[in-house]
Nanobody, 114 residues
Framework: QVQLVESGGGLVEPGGSLRLSCAAS????????TGWYREAPGKSREFVAS???????DVADPVKGRFTISRGSARNTVYLQMNNLKVEDTAVYFC????????WGQGTQVTVSS
């Protein structure tokens, strides 16, 4: 089993930055994929960014050039650096990890508002 805990959300003004963290614990040795997704009020969950065990990254078009996904040196933490935040980035951000199973964290709220 794998447990995921997100942190780093909060309230920020448009144009600001936040860094989200996803800390994995448990049997993490076979995780090959870690991704960030978000769910805005009234909308379905959507892909934001991902990183594989080989450090191949992918970023959704709406956030490309503003968001960066990376892995910490301890390899059990994945970060989502979010710059130039916009009001439309407001959502609950979820971490997802996959080995033979699919795991989700509880989410962290990001609110972009003036």
């Amino acid at each position: 089993q794998v447990q995921l805990v997100e942190s780093g959300g909060g309230l920020v003004e448009p144009g600001g930055s936040l860094r989200l963290s996803c800390a994995a614990s448990g049997d993490i040795g076979r995780i090959y994929y870690t991704g960030w997704y978000r769910e805005a009020p009234g909308k379905s969950r959507e892909f934001v960014a991902s990183i594989t065990s080989a450090n191949y990254t992918d970023v959704a078009d709406p956030v490309k050039g503003r968001f960066t996904i990376s892995r910490g040196s301890a390899r059990n933490t994945v970060y989502l650096q979010m710059n130039n935040l916009k009001v439309e980035d407001t959502a609950v951000y979820f971490c997802n990890a996959a080995d033979k199973n699919d795991y989700w964290g509880q989410g962290t709220q990001v609110t972009v508002s003036s």
